[in-house]
């Protein structure tokens, strides 16, 4: 009969296509309804042949319009649920009876077997389901899993006795016992068979004239006085476990080419009720396991109950993020909200910095500019637009020569300044730098040096190369004498030899070097400091007459000047008490310079010392010079050259100015000792 019934139903689903078309979203993309009666018919159920796995058929009763499990018998089992993800169902059983008539005899009853687990598919499920029995003086219990082998016909019996004493014992809500009594189901339970035992209802009819028994929903059934005298067609919600039953673990299934877990992220799980397996989606997944890839991605972010996140939500394949957006911050994002990185005190403290560095910037800026209009004023100051025009003079920028005046490059030291050594035209060229010490007369001197050595160009003058004058003192660049001074050479403690020769060069080539000075030029210029520390030498012993701090050009002929200039030993007595500094006290420092360099000796010696200021008597100073001459020299040189230098020597030191030569002269007259 049922299948026959099955076979129409199938014939009808074939034959009218109208009907599956009429409501297209209750059909399934392979031809399979997926919905009967509201409710939802998933894999491995199925309604019609080929939709569903063995065991799991579900007919879709066309005259009333409800599912009911394929394969029982004597009454249709309808269904309410079908769960994939808790493999669940829940159907609706018929209640056990027995009524009794006047003469205390059953007249009627059901024992409220089903026969719907014909494939074992399905178990009582024990944790949501207990047994109630309602009657007063009655004892029902199940029977179940015939067991022909054994003492007794079954392998279960539960059940319960209740009993009333009167009429009115019985209480609503209160199954204890007194016209109600329930008790708990041993998992395992495939099927179930009423039993009453039978005790007199005589005295009980009009208010409890039958026994009732059934199965149900634990959180379902409330007992009612009225209960004594329910419908006998009355049906109870129960729910059933069900598994794929292949008498398989996972373990042995996963082998099996009938494995039920086809989609991928699914999990198998061993039944927890009777034998066989379920499958489940894997955490973060949703969907049907049983069908390949059934399990699809949870969109967590849009289940907010059930995955908390307070902060910005990401979903990921299988999981999702929370985390707070960037400079927010919270301990655990999922529940506490998330908050600014930094309280309000942190933020007005770093608007507070942030504030005082801008005005910091501002005020650099500022200082940049006054900075810039400072190096300006030095420029005009220093007579920077007088020599821009002197193309001989290259003019530095204050950056080109800050990195060489390091500690590291100073060769010399003194009361002017500090003078530095480095190179200029990609390395190729040695310099020296000389910076001058921060003092406003001193300015005056560096100043009045660059236009001074901006005029003269000769082989015997240390040639200034530039100058930078965006400074207040301007920085003057030299070419680079590379064997030191005249001092240094004479008196160092490890003595280069200087023969004779190279003596009178050096002499002969200094005086040419001050004569074309004093005479040479449109506007002579007068030295103010000849000594031995302003020769210097270089590597061929060539001398080359520097610092002009101290010069004077002269535009008249003579020139008076209130400090006293150069250097004590050196300087003109003339010079010292008139305070008229001409061309002559150049050449009486050149003496003095004269004769330190033919005795090798300091001129704070006393030896020369004496000599100085014993000009009276000529031929006893005479006499002096020639025998104070570096015996290094005296062997090999003749008296003659000694005598001729002695006599230009007295004659630049002559205390009468007009009677010492000109620097003109004495250049030539050196000139011809060397010859
Ligand atoms: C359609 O039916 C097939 C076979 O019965 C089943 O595997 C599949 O899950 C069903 N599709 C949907 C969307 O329910
Ligand atoms: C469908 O429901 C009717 C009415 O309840 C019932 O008579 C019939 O037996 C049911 N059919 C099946 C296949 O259960
Ligand atoms: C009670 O039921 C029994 C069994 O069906 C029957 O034999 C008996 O006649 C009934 N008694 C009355 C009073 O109906
Ligand atoms: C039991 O029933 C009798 C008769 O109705 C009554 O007299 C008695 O009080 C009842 N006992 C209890 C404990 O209810
Ligand atoms: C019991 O189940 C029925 C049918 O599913 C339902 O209508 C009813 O509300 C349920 N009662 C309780 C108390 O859950
Ligand atoms: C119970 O069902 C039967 C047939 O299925 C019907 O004849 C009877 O009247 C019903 N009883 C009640 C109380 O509904
Ligand atoms: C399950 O195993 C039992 C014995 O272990 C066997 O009797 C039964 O036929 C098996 N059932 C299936 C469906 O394989
Ligand atoms: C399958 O997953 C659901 C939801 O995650 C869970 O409620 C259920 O208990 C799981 N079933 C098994 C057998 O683990």
């Given at each position: 009969m049922p299948t026959a019934l099955k076979a129409l139903m199938l014939c009808l689903l074939l034959a009218s296509p109208m009907a599956s078309s009429a409501t297209p979203d209750a059909m399934n993309i392979t031809g399979c309804p997926d919905i009967c009666g509201g409710i939802s018919i998933q894999y491995p159920f199925g309604i019609g042949a080929g939709c569903f796995r063995h065991g799991f058929e579900i007919i879709c009763n066309q005259t009333t319009g409800t599912p009911v499990l394929a394969g029982t018998t004597k009454s249709s089992v309808p269904v309410n649920l079908l769960s994939i993800t808790t493999a669940e169902a829940r159907v609706m059983l018929p209640v056990a009876w027995a009524c009794f008539n006047s003469s205390d005899q059953v007249y009627a009853d059901n024992d409220?077997?089903?026969?719907?687990?014909g494939d074992e598919v399905y178990r009582i499920s024990n944790t949501h389901n207990q047994l109630v029995v309602v009657g007063c003086n009655t004892l029902g219990y199940t029977r179940s899993?015939?067991?022909?082998?054994?003492?007794?016909?079954?392998?279960y019996y539960a059940g319960c006795m209740s009993y009333c004493n009167n009429s009115h014992s019985a209480v609503d809500g209160a199954c204890a016992s007194i016209g109600c009594c329930h008790v708990d189901i041993p998992p395992g339970l495939t099927d179930n068979r009423m039993t009453f035992e039978v005790y007199s209802h005589k005295t009980k009819l009009d208010y409890s004239p039958c026994n009732y028994a059934f199965l149900v929903d634990r959180n379902n059934y409330t007992f009612h006085t009225a209960d004594l005298q329910m419908n006998l067609n009355r049906t109870m919600p129960v729910w059933l476990d069900w598994a794929i039953r292949d008498n398989l673990t996972c373990d042995e299934a996963k082998k099996e080419q009938s494995y039920a877990c086809v989609s991928t992220n699914s999990n198998c799980h061993d039944s927890s009720n009777g034998p066989g397996y379920v499958c489940n989606c894997s955490n973060g997944y949703q969907g049907n396991p049983y069908i390949a890839g059934g399990c699809t991605d949870i969109n967590e972010c849009e289940y907010k109950e059930l995955y908390p996140c307070r902060g910005v939500c990401w979903n990921t394949l299988g999981s999702y993020e929370c985390k707070c957006r960037s400079g927010w911050d919270s301990a655990d994002p999922l529940h506490i909200p998330c908050n600014p990185n930094f309280p309000l005190a942190a933020k007005i403290v770093t608007g507070a910095i942030g504030g005082l560095f801008i005005i910091a910037i501002v005020l650099f800026i500022i200082l940049l500019g006054k900075e810039k209009r400072k190096m300006k004023e030095f420029f005009r100051k220093n007579g920077g637009p007088i020599i821009e025009k002197v193309n001989k003079i290259k003019l530095f920028k204050k950056e080109e020569l800050e990195q060489m005046l390091k500690t590291s490059n100073c060769i010399g030291q003194g009361g002017f300044g500090e003078v530095y050594m480095g190179y200029i035209r990609d390395q190729t060229q040695p310099v020296a730098i000389k910076k001058p010490k921060i003092d406003v007369k001193l300015a005056n001197q560096f100043a009045n040096e660059v236009i001074i050595q901006s005029r003269v160009l000769h082989k015997n003058i240390v040639n200034l190369i530039g100058c930078c004058l965006e400074v207040d003192v301007p920085i003057l660049v030299y070419e680079y004498?590379?064997?030191?001074?005249l001092d240094k050479i004479l008196h160092d403690s490890n003595r280069v030899p200087l023969d004779l020769e190279i003596r009178l060069q050096i002499a002969a080539q200094s005086a040419k070097g001050l004569a074309y000075m004093h005479s040479e030029i449109t506007t002579p210029i007068l030295h103010g400091d000849v000594k031995p520390a302003n020769i210097l030498l270089n590597e061929d012993f060539v001398p080359k007459i520097s610092d002009f701090g101290t010069s004077r050009m002269i535009t008249i002929e003579e020139h008076y000047t209130s400090t006293i200039i150069g250097n004590w030993g050196y300087m003109d007595p003339e010079y010292v008490q008139t305070g008229l500094y001409t061309s002559k006290s150049d050449v009486y420092s050149f003496g003095v310079v004269l004769l330190e360099l033919f005795t090798r000796k300091k001129v704070l010696d006393p030896d020369i010392n004496v000599l100085l200021g014993n000009f009276y008597d000529r031929q006893t100073t005479k006499k002096g010079v020639i025998e104070l001459i570096d015996p290094e020299i005296s062997a090999e040189g003749t008296i003659g050259i000694f005598h001729s230098l002695a006599e230009i020597i007295l004659e630049c030191l002559n205390l009468h100015v007009e009677l010492r030569p000109q620097m003109a002269d004495v250049a030539e007259r050196l000139q011809c000792l060397l010859k």
């Open positions: 409220g077997d089903v026969h719907f687990n899993q015939r067991n022909e082998g054994s003492d007794y016909l079954y392998a004498v590379s064997n030191g001074s």
